[in-house]
């Protein structure tokens, strides 16, 4: 946890704008924010289209979004934004958390806020805003190939290109677009080999490439045409894990 209070890893804190139509509200949140050395207030504005027109000029790594302002509400706002910083919703009501999680922010806090409950969030954004970097940094450097043996050779695949792996006794299967291979390994071990911000096991006997997803509905997980079935226990880290992921590569 020492290291998540470090700042970013350029050293600086995280630039904050503040989107609320309480002025009351707002001074709650810049005093919070005064209170960790690993934000600061670049902003704040009492309107969504004042909000817009602060995005356009400044920048910013993580936003403190109210819900119930007039004209255009926060949730009506954050979906207008092609690209939006890290949002964190504020909120009086426990209603909305549903229709946040549906667009990808970090945390909602509910009014009154504690100061408890915003430090948690801010150490949320600011893991969130370190993986981004984490992961722009690396992107070049990762390798995208593997090899698995098919008889007397061995294949070259792009482990991208997997839909998903389905596990049968002593063997799995490897299911591509237009192709399946068969390989003698334990799902276990092939878990391990592949990158674990892209892969998920969401039953026993099924992996899946998680940018695969068509749909999901009910206990089942749907990839170009096939039903895959999602462990009770498990569907709600695997709706975590895509969040996560829309998060860090925004």
């Not at 068509?214 to 969040?243: A, M, N, Y």
Request: hydrophobic content about 40%.
């Amino acid at each position: 946890m020492a290291e998540l209070l470090s700042k970013q890893p350029n050293g600086q804190p995280l630039r904050c704008l503040i989107v609320d139509d309480e002025p009351v509200a707002i001074k709650g949140v810049v005093n919070f924010i005064n209170q960790l050395d690993f934000l600061e207030v670049s902003g704040t504005c009492t309107s969504a289209m004042k909000a817009t027109e602060i995005l356009k000029v400044k920048d910013i790594d993580l936003m403190f979004l109210d819900i119930n302002m007039p004209m255009l509400s926060g949730l009506e706002f954050l979906e207008s934004l092609d690209k939006s910083p890290l949002t964190i919703m504020t909120t009086a009501y426990s209603a909305h958390a549903l229709e946040g999680f549906r667009l990808n922010v970090v945390d909602y806090l509910l009014k009154p806020i504690e100061f408890q409950r915003f430090f948690q969030a801010a150490n949320k954004a600011l893991d969130l805003f370190q993986s981004r970097i984490i992961l722009q940094n690396n992107k070049e450097e990762s390798e995208s190939d593997m090899y698995i043996r098919q008889g007397d050779t061995f294949q070259r695949i792009l482990w991208e290109d997997i839909l998903f792996v389905e596990g049968m006794q002593n063997y799995l299967k490897l299911h591509f677009k237009d192709k399946t291979f068969v390989i003698h390994q334990t799902m276990t071990s092939l878990e391990e080999m592949l990158p674990k911000d892209s892969f998920f096991r969401i039953h026993q006997s099924y992996l899946i490439n998680i940018s695969k997803i068509d749909s999901i509905s009910g206990g089942r997980v749907f990839i170009d045409g096939k039903q895959l079935p999602v462990s009770r226990h498990r569907k709600e880290d695997l709706l975590k894990t895509i969040v996560y992921k829309k998060l860090i590569s925004k």
